[in-house]
């Protein structure tokens, strides 16, 4: 057996290594393809569209007024938004005048958005106004001088925007009061700074792009410093991969996942930006219907998601009867594609599923299977160019061919380290470059590599990471609970759902009012599904929880209390 076994199984037009030097940057992508597919459409959103010519003007704009307020090189930026035409514009802005972007989720509570300004120490944030008020309640205990505010409609422009932005604050609600003094409109900001100049810095592989946050086995949430060269590698390597089903300047590409997410930032916006291709942002893919009717209004020829996603758009009525005589590539991650969802999309779409695996920490895509791959066969792929994987027994030695142990993986998108954290840092990073995935996996005689069960005890909700010791944390603040075990239960729609076992002090405590207590400090997906009530958990003699055993015992979601 070979040392990369998966390499005999390349199909013909994918190389061994990539090709490293052609980019020396994301803005050196930026740039470049802005100017080669200047006339192309880059961004739909809400029937509004930007051309690449547009996103060049908008994003050296918001660059030059970043340095006009006196950020520079390596000063790091939150971004607060959903999927809208204004996220392309902030983030390539942004990268452009040399700044570090922190992308930050929209859904985040007070206690989670302060934690991660002040990890990064983020001089500035753009935020949509819907989620202005949880800003408000934390920025000054934060190192944020500069508030960015934008609406919906901002970027849609004309009647329509203005209409929009009327709905979301006047009829639906969705924008509560704030007060963010000294704050600066994202209109106003592009306007001030296409009067101004930007002095674009020198960047290379080792300057730092994106402080990405994810979390860990401690429950803290950590910043994975994914440097241009990351960001640069991972984009080489997965266009590659894709080769030949890919014709630039003629793709449209469906955007559902969030950017803010590293599977839709590297796959779709950065992937589709150097192939020159259009994306199809959709703001609110949990409205099924409205997404539905926004996929029959275009023709797509790529769609990237999460086995949840594929699976509502199967249950949605309307989706089978699309035309999908363009779509060639979907590709599923974040969390396992089950075997049924790709089943049924292939017969309903004619198109596979193509299951890919990554983390965060590897900017993300390390394994794919094959772009030819005619059926669903269980596996995450096989490893990309220039990326090597092996597993290992608990020591860090290779186990034999066939044999489960820890999934390690090594190439140049693997992560610098995570932020000011060195002692974590070096619980995963060896020190000739393997990343420790935390998850068992085995490999085949093709080198075709398989997740057998995490290592990590986290729960996977929808393809988001959600780590037990945090929603422990928030649930034994509650006065009213003595201890409590936090565990993943099956859920249809999401993979997985939060569940925890609790042990009262006060037996009035009800579920209403423990789930109630966890909206107040956690995002939505992390509130816990199921709650049940207990005499005592499962723990070691010193006193530390046994996690499998609590799921072996509880972690049916029917034995849940009412």
Known sequence: MTDKPWLGQYPANVPAEIDMTEFSS?????????????????????????????????SRAFGAQMQALGLGKGDR??????????????????????????????????????????????????????????????????????????????????????????????????????????????????????????DEPALNHDDLAFLQYTGGTTGVSKGAMLTHGNMVANMQ???????????????????????????????????????????????????????VKELGSIRFTAITGVNTLFNGLLNTPGFADLDFSSLRLTLGGGMAVQRAVAER?????????????????????????????????????????????????????????????????????????????????????????????GDMARMDENGYFYIVDRKKDMILVSGFNVYPNEIEDVVADHPKVLEVGAIGAPDEKSGEVVKVVVVRKDPSLTVKELREHCRKELTGYKVPKYVEFVDELPKTNVGKILRRELRDQYGDPRSSSD
């Open 26 to 58: 994301v803005t050196d992508v930026i740039k470049k393809s802005c100017e080669t597919y200047a006339d192309k459409t880059a961004y739909v959103n809400f029937g509004a569209e930007l051309s690449y010519k547009q996103v060049d003007d908008y």
């Open 237 to 291: 390597q997965s266009s590659a991969w894709l080769g030949s089903l890919v014709t630039p300047g003629e793709e449209t590409i469906v955007t559902a996942l969030p950017l803010y997410h590293i599977f839709a930032l590297t796959a779709n916006c950065l992937v589709f930006l150097k192939f020159g291709g259009r994306n199809l942002l959709i703001t609110n893919p949990r409205d099924m219907a409205g997404f």
């Open 77 to 198: 930026i939150a971004i607060m938004m959903p999927n809208v035409l204004q996220y392309p514009i902030a983030v390539f802005g942004a990268l452009r005048a040399g700044l570090v972007v922190v992308n930050t989720n929209p859904l985040y509570t007070a206690r989670e958005l302060k934690h991660q300004l002040k990890d990064s120490g983020a001089r500035a944030i753009v935020i949509m106004d819907n989620f202005a008020s949880v800003l408000e309640a934390v920025v000054d205990d934060t190192q944020v001088e500069h508030v960015i505010l934008t609406r919906m409609g901002d970027m849609v422009g004309g009647l329509k925007g203005a209409i929009m932005n009327f709905v979301i604050r006047r009829v639906k609600k969705m924008v509560p009061p704030y007060s963010l003094p000294g704050s600066l409109t994202f209109k106003a900001v592009l306007a001030d700074g296409a009067r101004a100049s930007l």
């Open 345 to 437: 999309w292939k017969k309903t779409t004619g198109v596979p599923l193509i299951e890919a695996y990554g983390l965060t920490e590897t900017s993300p895509a390390a394994c794919i299977n094959p772009m030819d791959l005619k059926d669903y066969n269980g596996a995450i792929g096989l490893p990309i160019p220039s990326t090597s994987c092996q597993v290992v027994d608990p020591d860090g030695q290779p186990v034999a061919q066939g044999e489960t142990g820890e999934l390690c993986v090594r190439g140049p998108q693997v992560m610098k380290g995570y932020w000011q954290r060195p002692e974590e840092t070096a619980k995963v990073l060896t020190e000739d470059g393997w990343l420790r995935t």
